[in-house]
Nanobody, 119 residues
Framework: QLVDSGGGSVQAGGSLRLSCVCS????????MGWYRQAPGKEREFVAG????????AYARFAEGRFTISRNNRQNTVYLQLSSLKTEDTGVYYC??????????????WGQGTQVTVSS
């Protein structure tokens, strides 16, 4: 089970920290990722982190503004969102087992958390 939280409504330029608490699988053995889906658009890769935390991958729009991290003792992965833009609005989903090279998702998903950025 993956439980996403931390979304909300912020003004452009603001920040949010998303969390995903995981259970029911060997979290410490899985690469983890975040994806997002804007209204009327397909779900897209945002960021990924390797099982040990030593490798990170970011979509181009996320580089320099978003930071992914994880705490294997707490079975939690985080996504720090900074310098938010209105186009960052969407539902953000945690994902277990993404391919960090192809940015394709794994099979386990969180329920999603809504991020709304206003101008």
């Amino acid at each position: 089970q993956l439980v996403d939280s931390g979304g909300g409504s912020v003004q452009a330029g603001g920040s949010l920290r998303l969390s995903c608490v995981c259970s029911g699988f060997s979290f410490e053995s899985y690469d983890m990722g975040w994806y997002r889906q804007a209204p009327g658009k397909e779900r897209e890769f945002v960021a990924g982190i390797s099982w040990g935390g030593g490798r990170h991958a970011y979509a181009r729009f996320a580089e320099g503004r978003f930071t992914i991290s994880r705490n294997n003792r707490q079975n939690t992965v985080y996504l720090q969102l900074s310098s938010l833009k209105t186009e960052d609005t969407g539902v953000y989903y945690c994902n277990a087992g993404p391919d960090l090279d192809t940015q394709g998702p794994g099979s386990r998903w969180g329920q999603g958390t809504q991020v709304t950025v206003s101008s």
